[in-house]
């Protein structure tokens, strides 16, 4: 018995030596932890259930009948964040560089089979160069298997793809399919082929980070999510995370015991607004002052700053919150900021989270680069997503909705359940200036003569009152009550239910 038990524990120690000694050391040396310590912080002390430790590739092309790693590059279980059951798999990078082969993606799909059976996310450690090289098809047969898993997971667990070394190939198409991406500043990097092919096949030569860095993955490409500056932050930013996310699109939203009243004031936003229409201010105070104890988890911070969206809670349950950001090309909405708003209102339909958007937009950018660009299909692609939309719906107008960029933005028309207004909101076509020169071209010689046309339509509509006369605004609020209100709100459609008419699926303008 006793040896059996100790072949048991020299078979462990072997799987957790992973590709040895000198590799983790290297490991170390980039800044970069092993994928075993990684899954030790990121899930609850103690809570990780390793599967498959002893699993190794078949392949015998090129030597590797002779190169062996138990676990074969990658490790997979299961533990919890914060009590709650989450499955995952950490890439082992000291092993053939994290590669799939066909071994390893059966492990993977494994945990993927499990998570999306028993309803609980699935977060994904990646460090590796894609598909295993000397298993050809075997290993692109791997991923195409993780890729329709990923698929089928869609929209009912969450999926979240953690980038923590260089990724390549399929280690960067799987996250693609998940539902976000997140890395780690400085050492991790995501292409489809690294600057070596790039060089081969293009002449182009670039380094890694300026190819796929966090720097350009979170401003340029928008692929990634946010970036954090180490391992050590970036699984710990994960746990926060995850407290906001229900374990499938069946589990209800998360509650977690708050200790911030559901009626706080919060008088100073009474004067948030400047008296001047044209001066910025920061939607993020207004976010931070209206969510439980001013826990915000931004979502795309770096890109399209334009546009606000992330996380927060009410009460003790999450919400998606998206909001335009005037300190940022005065808050307008262009391609960019409606593509990021919409996939963030999809994920939220998806997992049932109640959306609160608050609203200060001159409009869309006008322009060739946007035009050029797409923009009305981007645009487009927001005013889809808010109105298929079947979560609670909560929207407040803190001062400019103009054009249809009202009718974006989370609107009444397009089903919004309660649409607030701050009496500093100017609901109209457009600002009274432009208004003013379009409706009296004619007077344009005269300063005096349109400027008191400028005046006139700032009086009339300027202002929230003409919506509410329709019923557009259910009700004008004074601003320092807005955490109240929406609290309210968010109690009284605690059971709203809508269905959208039966179809296969819709037709996004993707
Ligand atoms: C087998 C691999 C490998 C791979 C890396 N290694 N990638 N082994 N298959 N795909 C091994 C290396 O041989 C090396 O082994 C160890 O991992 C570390 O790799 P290095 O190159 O030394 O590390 P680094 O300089 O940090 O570069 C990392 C890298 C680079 C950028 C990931 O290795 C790379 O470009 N790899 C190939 C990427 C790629 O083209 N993959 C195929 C994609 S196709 P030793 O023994 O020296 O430690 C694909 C299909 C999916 O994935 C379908 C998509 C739709």
Same mark, same amino acid.
């Given at each position: ?16 030596? *992973? ?16 994928? /075993? ?25 090129? *030597? ?20 709650? +059951?989450? @499955?995952? #798999? ?5 092993? &053939? ?48 298997? +993780? ?17 923590? *070394? ?6 960067? @198409? ?7 991406? #997140? ?13 070596? +092919? ?17 720097? +350009? ?26 407290? &906001? ?71 003790? /349950?999450?919400? *998606? ?24 209102? /999809? ?24 035009? @050029? ?66 409706? @009296? ?41 807005? /955490? ?27």
């Amino acid at each position: 018995m006793k040896e059996v038990l100790e072949e048991l524990e020299i078979r462990r120690e072997k799987a957790r030596a *992973g590709g040895g000694a000198r590799r983790i050391e290297t490991q170390h040396k980039r800044g970069k932890l092993t994928a /075993r310590e990684r899954l030790e912080l990121l899930l609850d002390g103690g809570s990780f259930e390793e599967f498959d430790m002893y699993v190794e590739h078949r392949c015998t092309e090129f *030597g590797m009948e002779g190169a062996k790693v138990p676990g074969d590059g990658v490790v997979t279980g299961w533990g919890t964040i914060n009590g709650r +059951v989450v @499955y995952v #798999f950490a890439k082992d990078f000291t092993v &053939f560089g994290g590669s799939l082969s066909e071994a390893h993606a059966n492990k993977m799909t494994k945990v993927q089979d499990m998570a999306l059976r028993n309803r609980a996310p699935v977060i994904g450690l990646f460090d590796a160069g894609g598909a295993r090289i000397q298993e050809g098809v075997a290993a692109l047969g791997g991923y195409g298997e +993780v890729f329709l898993r990923n698929v089928m997971a869609s929209g009912v667990i969450p999926q979240i793809s953690v980038i923590m *070394g260089p990724c390549a190939g399929g280690d960067v @198409y799987s996250p693609a399919m998940t539902d976000f991406i #997140f890395m780690v500043k400085d050492t991790s990097y995501m292409f489809v082929t690294g600057p070596d +092919v790039v060089k081969t096949v293009t002449k182009e030569e670039v380094t890694a980070e300026e190819l796929g860095g966090a720097v +350009v993955h979170t401003t340029k490409s928008s692929i990634a999510d946010g970036a954090y500056d180490n391992d050590v932050e970036t699984l710990l930013q994960m746990r926060r995370l995850m407290d &906001f996310l229900p374990e499938s699109n069946l589990s209800g939203v998360p509650e977690l015991p708050t200790r911030d009243p559901w009626d706080r004031l919060e008088p100073s936003l009474d004067t948030l607004i400047p008296d001047n229409p044209n001066t910025p201010y920061d939607i993020k105070e207004l976010i931070q002052k209206v969510v439980d104890e001013g826990d915000f988890f931004e979502i795309q911070e770096s890109y399209a700053r334009n546009m606000v969206v992330g996380f927060g809670r009410m009460e003790g /349950r999450s919400v *998606g919150v998206v909001a335009n950001q005037p300190m940022f090309l005065a808050g307008v909405l262009d391609s960019d900021a409606s593509r990021k708003a919409a996939r963030f209102v /999809r994920f939220c339909d998806c997992f049932s989270i109640p959306l609160v958007t608050f609203v200060d937009v001159p409009g869309f950018l006008p322009g060739t680069d946007q035009e @050029y660009g797409g923009l009305i299909k981007h645009g487009a692609k927001l005013l889809f997503a808010f109105t298929e939309a079947t979560v609670p719906k909560i929207t407040v107008i803190t001062r400019k909705a103009y054009g249809g960029a009202y009718d974006v933005m989370s609107s009444k028309h397009i089903r919004a359940d309660l649409n607030y207004a701050w009496p500093t909101a100017e609901i109209a076509v457009m600002g009274a200036k432009g208004a003013a020169e379009i409706l @009296y071209r004619s007077e344009l010689d005269d300063p005096e003569k349109i400027q008191a046309r400028i005046d006139e339509y700032q009086k009339r509509f300027a202002n929230p009152f003409v919506a509410a006369e329709r019923g557009y605004i259910d009700e004008v609020i004074m601003p320092q009550g807005t /955490r109240m209100r929406v609290c309210r709100a968010l109690q009284m459609l605690r059971n709203k239910h809508v269905e959208n008419p039966w179809k296969k699926h819709d037709n996004i303008p993707l």
